[in-house]
């Protein structure tokens, strides 16, 4: 059975940064792509970031680009979201998941295409 635990949520002041970790349990990591959402109290669940299973290939979503980055260790079956210049909008809860594509797929943005889903992290950004 496939587990991803999200781990390095928590409360941080704006401008700040938080380093969230997702690992993967019960399956060959690496044949996953591996995909960040995240919801923010009262909205839906959005696309954050995504990458591919070698690590070639990242996505992110306009609002966090140059200022996010996912990046992937596969020796430690971890995908990682790098969160720097923290602003109070990206307060949410954050979860990964991962998506069993093709080695040389591009990952999606789509949330319906992923498989697994953790059961998330909360992230508050205080002002």
């Known amino acids: 059975q496939v587990q991803l635990v999200e781990s390095g949520g928590g409360l941080v002041q704006a401008g700040g940064s938080l380093r969230l970790s997702c690992i993967v349990s019960g399956s060959t990591f690496s044949s996953y792509a591996m995909g960040w959402f995240r919801q923010p109290p009262g909205r839906e669940r959005e696309f954050v970031a995504a990458i591919s299973r070698r690590g070639g290939v990242t996505l992110a979503a306009d609002s966090v680009k140059g200022r996010f980055t996912i990046s992937r260790d596969n020796a430690k079956d971890t995908v990682y979201l790098q969160m720097n210049s923290l602003k109070p909008e990206d307060t949410a809860v954050y979860y990964c998941?991962?998506?069993?594509?093709?080695?040389?797929?591009?990952?999606?943005?789509?949330?319906?295409?992923?498989?697994?889903w953790g059961q998330g992290t909360q992230v508050t950004v205080s002002s």
């Open positions: 998941a991962a998506d069993r594509i093709g080695a040389l797929a591009i990952p999606t943005m789509n949330p319906d295409s992923y498989d697994y």
